[in-house]
């Protein structure tokens, strides 16, 4: 598979073909988890619309699905540590089994926020999706019960992700390369 023209600084990470494996694999393992149960699957904008699109259609179960914009990045590619909730939940979750579904778990920050804030609104459980998660940068401990991939400790853009809001579009997981450090 090649990269588009316009993405011409970014490597492949992991490609698209891996990527629906291992969604293929969450799905399956996520469908018998939850069966008979109801089910709301919070995507977490915006970095996840991508991997939530996909991950919804390998679950075989009726589902609500619903949508939180949360932000702790700038322009740049370190985290403000500050988070801001940019969008809320359009229904209730009481009473209802919450499965998120995040880009990434970076420092943990994000993870940490949404799980007290989620906390607040009575679920009867909430667990965590996430596409990746790069260890080596965590700070705060957040346990993962559906993990895609574990990555290094780059900074990488595609399949929802963004670097400045640019490269969401690109099919694959990638690595900004050439321009990375100069933008950093
Ligand atoms: P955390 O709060 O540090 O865990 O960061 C979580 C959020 O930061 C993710 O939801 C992403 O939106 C963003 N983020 C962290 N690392 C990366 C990266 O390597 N590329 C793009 N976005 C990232
Ligand atoms: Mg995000």
Known sequence: MSVPVFADDVEILISMEELKARIAVLGEKITRDYFGEPLTVLLILKGSFMFGADLIRAIDLPLSVDFMGLASY???TESSGVVRITQDLSNPVKDRH????EDIVDTGLTMKYLLENLGSRKPSSVKICSLLEKPARSSYEIEIDYLGFTIPDKFVVGYGLDHAERY????FVG???RDCMERR
Do not use: C, F, K, M
């Open 74 to 76: 700038g322009a740049d």
């Open 98 to 101: 919450v499965l998120i579904v």
């Open 168 to 171: 969401r579009n690109l099919p």
């Open 175 to 177: 690595v900004l390369t």
